[in-house]
């Protein structure tokens, strides 16, 4: 752990093992944009962070853990994890690196607007939608999003779905004197019913900041 590739926001866990028939110390680092240089954590390069590196009881395997907390000083980018056990002379060399990311703002979630139309449950207007967008930093915006469209105003519109992972724009609005309710809005470019070239816009409504506002265009 992490998997490759993958988005870190907040608490960050480091996990290995090595499978070997006597003990090895084990150099380990965490590293912004590059596996040798630009070290943020571990206990090489003159980081001495806390780790654990213990013999599991069983079949000669040793399970090293190691957490961090990357809020509070690491820059949003892509990172690389290298685990490097210090083999005996002799022995072939072992250097096991995973690259992944870590955001500093996230957008995840999902929900429905419904709009009561008539008495019938059916003939309501409904829009589902969610996802996870994860900024990034330099490397952008990452994620994915989709909005269901299973009954509008537009009947052309009825049961059709917009799919991006291709996040353009996010901005956040702070709670002000008219809402205690904190809103964002994106843009992003996709497919509409499995058609590339189009974008949306996914925002809260300019008065309240609450009820998002969809624009396909």
Known sequence: AP????????????????VDNDYDYVDWAVRKDSDTINTVFGNVDGFSDAYSWEYSGTCYKYNFTATADTWCTWDAGKYCFIFNPREDAGEANIRLTRWFYVADGRVNGGGQMIEEVGDKQKDWYKISFGGGI????????????????????????DKTKFHTTDISIINFFPPNDESCVAAMNFKAYGEFNGEPGYYIWFSPDSFFMRFPVLNLK
Do not use: P, Q
């Open 3 to 18: 998997e490759e590739d993958e988005i870190i926001f907040g608490s960050a866990d480091f996990e290995a093992y090595l």
């Open 134 to 157: 994860w900024d990034v930093g330099s490397e952008g915006y990452m994620g994915e999003w989709e909005v269901n469209f299973h009954n509008v105003s537009g009947d052309t519109l």
